[in-house]
């Protein structure tokens, strides 16, 4: 059975990234974030025409949506030309929009947050609600899981990535609690993980370690950090002038390298100016950085960290 938006993943901000997309009923837009299909569907909604919504994620569940959001559709023959779905890593956007013929796009929409399906798909390793197989690949196809992290990383990579990625200020005591473990036995489901490090970690603040822990592998699993910066770089150069970019994110991490690129054009945040003294930012962002509200929150709780940002494309000077 598909699972859809409501079970999969409950939107975040819904009205307010599409809204923030400007959606033209004739243009062509990109859902990197497909999931359950929640903000494809909306997008959907808002096309006529020529309009065209291309769908991406690597997962095969979300596979199994996009296929039945197709087959649901707006109820024509030409629905399968609307909106198209490709299984695929978002880093590699400018290759499929190539691929498929499209060379400017009026908008592109990424939810940067993990899907609730993976939070509770106890198979996948996402969360320490399970003692699950360490896995916490968002593509089952792709090589390396968090098991092959934590027992085969140095105890210098270990700490380097629990610090910058889950900001973990006792990262090297971690590191070195799971190499000790290790040693003993591998480290292969996440139960055997939290017990590792549990002696570290300070009570009233265990889960919220926790999850910074759980978060850090995650993101080194799926290179996460690189695959954002190569889809903002692709979505930059795909975006006609007036073409809107809206991204949510969850944690500082992303928000910063998002915050960036849609001030100064890159993700390190260098400011670049041309001759005149003019800061040369291929982007303009529009309004104040939107968090959701009371109603938003008793909606979803897991929105709770959520920041949505949308840039407009300048027109070329």
Request: aromatic share 8%.
């Amino acid at each position: 059975m598909t699972t859809t938006a409501g079970t999969y993943h409950i939107p975040v901000l819904l009205k307010e990234s599409i809204d923030g997309l400007d959606v033209k009923p004739g243009g062509i837009y990109v859902d990197v974030t497909f999931g359950g299909g929640g903000h494809s569907k909306e997008i959907l909604s808002r096309l006529r025409g020529a309009g065209r919504l291309f769908g991406f994620d690597q997962d095969a569940d979300a596979e199994r949506n996009g296929l039945g959001l197709r087959v649901e559709g707006q109820g024509s023959k030409d629905e399968s030309k609307v909106f198209t779905f490709v299984r695929s890593n978002f880093r590699y956007l400018k290759n499929w929009m190539r691929y498929y013929g499209v060379e400017q796009i009026n908008g592109l929409l990424a939810d940067l947050g993990v899907s609730s399906h993976h939070f509770d798909d106890e198979s996948r390793g996402f969360s320490f609600r399970f003692d699950a197989p360490l896995d916490m690949r968002m593509n089952k196809r792709a090589g390396r899981t968090a098991a092959d992290i934590v027992n085969g990383y140095s105890e210098e990579q270990l700490a380097d990535i629990l610090y910058f990625y889950g900001e973990l200020r006792n990262a090297r005591r971690i590191a070195a609690a799971i190499m000790k473990k290790r040693t003993q036995q591998p480290i292969l489901t996440t139960g055997e993980l939290t017990e590792a490090v549990a002696p570290l970690l300070r009570q009233e603040r265990e889960k919220k370690e926790t999850a910074k822990l759980f978060q850090a592998l995650r993101i080194e699993v799926n290179d996460e950090m690189a695959v954002l910066k190569e889809m903002l770089a692709g979505a930059t150069e795909l975006l006609k002038p007036g073409g809107r970019l809206v991204v949510i994110t969850y944690h500082s991490l992303e928000d910063r390298i998002v915050k960036n690129m849609m001030r100064t054009g890159n993700a390190e945040g260098k400011v670049i100016q041309d001759f005149f003294g003019r800061t040369d930012a291929p982007l303009n962002m529009i309004g104040k950085v939107i968090t959701p509200n009371e109603q938003e929150l008793e909606r979803n709780p897991r929105s709770r960290s959520a920041k949505l940002r949308i840039a407009e494309k300048q027109a070329t000077r």
